[in-house]
C-alpha cells in the first residue's frame, strides 16, 4: 500500500522507465519504487542519528520533510508516532508574574453620574462621583488562567430628597468592593458576574419645610426626629442600591474588555494559526497564586519541535520568554516562503513580491522611503555631476526569490544567533551578462550581546555559502562547479560589502515596549538573555 501511494503521488513509474532504459536492466516497477521507499527510511535514520549527536536546522528540516511524507503516505505509523513522541515538548513559552499584571493593567476609575431614585418614599436627586482603583491578582488553576479583578472605591453623592411638607439635603460617602472572577484559555474567554459589598454614610445638611414658613419650625422639628429615626434604615437602602449599580456597571466593562481581548486573541493568533496549519496540538493555559504560565508548540505535522527541556533563567524575573529555535524556524516559512526581492536602479527601492503579510510590506515600504530620502540627500550634496554618473553605472539590478519550504531559518547555541537565508533563484549581472544560480544558502553568525536595556547583534567571522541543504558538519565535500560558484559568490559579497551593501556588521533591537492605558507605555529593564541548546532566553523585571 505505501509504494502505491508512493507511486501515487510522485508518478515513479515514469521514472521506473527512465531508469531501465539508462542502465538497460530489468526491473519490475514495483522492485524500483520499494527501494525508492526503503532508500527514504534509511535517509531518516541516518539524518535522526546526525540530529541527535549535534542538531541544526538542516537536520531538523529533513526529519520534518520525511515525517510529513511517511504520514501522507499513511504508512509506519509506529515509527512516525515514535518520532514525534521525541520532538513534542513545547517550543514556545512565557511566565508572567502577578506584580507585573497588576502593574501592566491596574489603573484609577472615576467617573460622575446624576442620581435618580427613591428611598422610603422621598425622591432623591443630585449627582454622584465614583473613584476607585482596578487591580488584579492571580488564582491557582491548573487548565487555564484565573485572574481576579477588583475594584475599592468610593461614591461620593450630594443629594437633596423631597418628601412633602418638607427637603431634605446631605452628603453621602458609600464604600465599595466589587470583584469578579476571570478565565481565559485557548476555548473560551469568560467571566462570573461580579459580586459587591457596600456601606454608606450620610451626613444631613439640612432639612427645609416648603410651601411656605406657616407650621415651619414645628414640621422641621419633626422631620428631623423622623430624618434621624430612618437614617441607618435609609443607608442600608442606599448601600443595597449602590452593590447592585456598581455590579452592572463593572459586568458591562468586563464583558466589552474580555470580548476585545478574545477578538484580538482569534484575529492574530489563533486563526492565522489555523490558516497556515499550524495551530499548536498543545496551547496550555496556567496560572498559580503568583503567576501565570503559557506554553505552547508550534509545529506542522511536516516539522518538529523541541527535544530538550528548556533552558533556566538566573535569578527571578516578572516576564520571561522563552523560545525555541523550531519554533522560530516552523513560522517562518509562513511569512517568508517564496518571497522576491529585487531592484532596477540604484534610485528606485527594492521591491517585494510574494504571499507576505501586509504588515511585512509596509514596513518595506517604510525602508525604502527612508532609503530613497538618504539617497536624495546624497545626490543634493554631490556637486560633481561626472562623479554621480559613475556611482550610478557601478549599480547592477539584482533578483532573490527565497526558497518556499525553508526560506530562513535560525539557530540558537553559545550566545550566538546563526542565520541560514536560502535562496531558491538569484539574478546578478556579472561581466556585462545575466547570470542566474539556483539553490544557495547564506549563513551568517552574530553574538547576541546585552548593552543596558537593548540587544545587539554583533556579526562574527565572515558570511559563509553552501549549496541548500549542505552542512558542513556531516557533508565534507562540494564538486567542482560548486567550488567555483562559491568563490564567484564570496567576490559579489565582499565587492558589496566595501560599498557598504553587504550583511550588516551589528544590528541593534528596539526596547520592548508595552502599551497601557491613555497612550502611555512601560519599558521593562532587561535582565537576563541566554542563548544556548536552541533555546533564547529573555528575563525582564517591571520599572519601580
Not at 532508500?39 to 540530529?51: E, V, Y
Not at 567555483?484 to 557598504?500: D, M, V
Amino acid at each position: 500500500n505505501a509504494i502505491a501511494n508512493y507511486r501515487a503521488m510522485y508518478g515513479w513509474r515514469e521514472r521506473v522507465k527512465l531508469i531501465n532504459v539508462r542502465t538497460g536492466k530489468k526491473y519490475k516497477p514495483a522492485d524500483i519504487e520499494r527501494r525508492v521507499y526503503i532508500a527514504q527510511l534509511q535517509s531518516l535514520q541516518k539524518t535522526l542519528i546526525q540530529h541527535q549527536e549535534a542538531p541544526t536546522t538542516v537536520t531538523a528540516a529533513k526529519i520534518g520533510d520525511a515525517l510529513g511524507l511517511l504520514e501522507q503516505l499513511n504508512q509506519s505509523r509506529q515509527l512516525v508516532d515514535a518520532v514525534r513522541q521525541r520532538f513534542v515538548r513545547p517550543n514556545v513559552q512565557a511566565h508572567l508574574s502577578q506584580s507585573a499584571i497588576d502593574q501592566l493593567a491596574r489603573r484609577p476609575v472615576g467617573e460622575s453620574h446624576p442620581v435618580r431614585d427613591v428611598i422610603l418614599g422621598a425622591q432623591i436627586r443630585g449627582t454622584a462621583h465614583t473613584t476607585g482603583e482596578l487591580t488584579f491578582a492571580t488564582a491557582p488553576s491548573d487548565d487555564r488562567v484565573a485572574l481576579k479583578a477588583q475594584i475599592v472605591g468610593n461614591i461620593q453623592s450630594s443629594t437633596k430628597g423631597y418628601k412633602k411638607p418638607v427637603v431634605v439635603t446631605s452628603r453621602g460617602n458609600t464604600a465599595f468592593v466589587s470583584t469578579a472572577n476571570l478565565y481565559f484559555s485557548d476555548e473560551q474567554f469568560l467571566t462570573t458576574p461580579s459580586c459587591t459589598t457596600a456601606s454608606t454614610d450620610n451626613t444631613i445638611c439640612s432639612v427645609c419645610k416648603t410651601g411656605g414658613n406657616f407650621g415651619r419650625r414645628l414640621i422641621e422639628k419633626i422631620a428631623w426626629k423622623k430624618v434621624r429615626e430612618s437614617k441607618s434604615q435609609s443607608e442600608a437602602i442606599a448601600a443595597r442600591k449602590a452593590e447592585r449599580k456598581v455590579s452592572k456597571r463593572f459586568d458591562q466593562q468586563v464583558g466589552e474588555a474580555i470580548y476585545q481581548a478574545r477578538k484580538n486573541y482569534d484575529e492574530k493568533v489563533r486563526t492565522p494559526l489555523i490558516r497556515t496549519a499550524m495551530f499548536p496540538e498543545q496551547m496550555e493555559f496556567s496560572s498559580t497564586s503568583n503567576a501565570v504560565q503559557i506554553q505552547t508548540m508550534l509545529a506542522s505535522h511536516t516539522q518538529i519541535s523541541a527535544d530538550a527541556k528548556t533552558v533556566d533563567i538566573e535569578g527571578s524575573s516578572d516576564f520571561s520568554l522563552k523560545i525555541h529555535e523550531t519554533a522560530v524556524n516552523n513560522f517562518l516559512p509562513t511569512l517568508l516562503g517564496g518571497l522576491e526581492v529585487q531592484q532596477e536602479t540604484e534610485a528606485e527601492p527594492p521591491k517585494i513580491q510574494g504571499d507576505v503579510p501586509p504588515w511585512l510590506k509596509e514596513l518595506a515600504k517604510k525602508k525604502n522611503e527612508e532609503r530613497l530620502a538618504e539617497l536624495q540627500k546624497e545626490e543634493a550634496a554631490q556637486d560633481d555631476q561626472a562623479e554621480k554618473d559613475e556611482q550610478q553605472a557601478e549599480f547592477k539590478p539584482f533578483m532573490l526569490r527565497l526558497n518556499q519550504a525553508h526560506p530562513l531559518s535560525v539557530s540558537f547555541d553559545e550566545q550566538q544567533l546563526r542565520v541560514r537565508i536560502s535562496l531558491a533563484e538569484m539574478k546578478t549581472i556579472e561581466n556585462g551578462e545575466e547570470t542566474i544560480r539556483q539553490d544557495w544558502d547564506f549563513l551568517v553568525s552574530f553574538e547576541i550581546i546585552q548593552e543596558g536595556n537593548q540587544v545587539k547583534l554583533r556579526r562574527v567571522g565572515e558570511v559563509e555559502m553552501f549549496p541548500t541543504g549542505f552542512d558542513p558538519r556531516w557533508d565534507k565535500k562540494l564538486t567542482g562547479e560548486q567550488v567555483a560558484t562559491r568563490g564567484a559568490l564570496a567576490k559579489i559579497l565582499k565587492k558589496r560589502a566595501s560599498e557598504g551593501k553587504g550583511f550588516p556588521e551589528e544590528i541593534t533591537l528596539p526596547e520592548v515596549k508595552i502599551p497601557r492605558q491613555n497612550d502611555t507605555e512601560i519599558v521593562p529593564v532587561l535582565q537576563h538573555i541566554l542563548c544556548e541548546d536552541g533555546w533564547l532566553a529573555l528575563g525582564y523585571q517591571m520599572p519601580e
